[in-house]
């Protein structure tokens, strides 16, 4: 082979190694970063791994939520109306937080199935709610209206 045709080859391959290589990483890189969303239904049915950083919603349990004496810190329940799942939260909650509304929290769940939220986000005016937390509701209400029509195959 001709010295000139066998070092544009080895950098042609170099190129490509390294192109992969960098592909690779970036491919590595962005599913660490992927918050994906779960459903109280998901989370409750074994889906969610512990320790993974997701994003969870549906409506705050009313009577839920119970606030730390000594700090910032509030735990309560979030539902989709199949499943409940509860948060813990140590910071200052959104000012729109309230028990009965829609909210997604991020954060990681620990083996006791509670999530460990380090941001709560809280819907912005009355008539919003987060796309994937509605989703979810619609989804979880459909179910429970199928299996309340078909009763003999939730058995």
Known sequence: MHPQR?????????????????????????????????TPTQIANGEVPVGRTIRAGGLVVVGS???????????????????????????????LFREGQGIVALGKLDESGTLQASEVL???????????????????????????QNPASSN
């Open 65 to 95: 939520l119970k606030r730390d004496d000594t700090g910032l810190a509030v735990t309560f329940q979030v539902t989709d109306g199949a499943a409940t799942v509860p948060i813990h939260y140590e910071g200052i909650l959104p000012d």
């Open 122 to 148: 809280a819907k912005h005016d009355e008539k919003y709610m987060p796309p994937e937390v509605k989703h979810a509701l619609d989804q979880a209400h459909e179910d429970g209206k199928a299996a309340m």
């Open 6 to 38: 066998k070092k544009r080859l080895q950098l042609i391959l170099f190129m490509v190694v390294a192109i992969g290589a960098a592909v690779g990483l970036l491919m590595y890189s962005l599913s660490e970063n992927v918050n994906l969303f779960q």
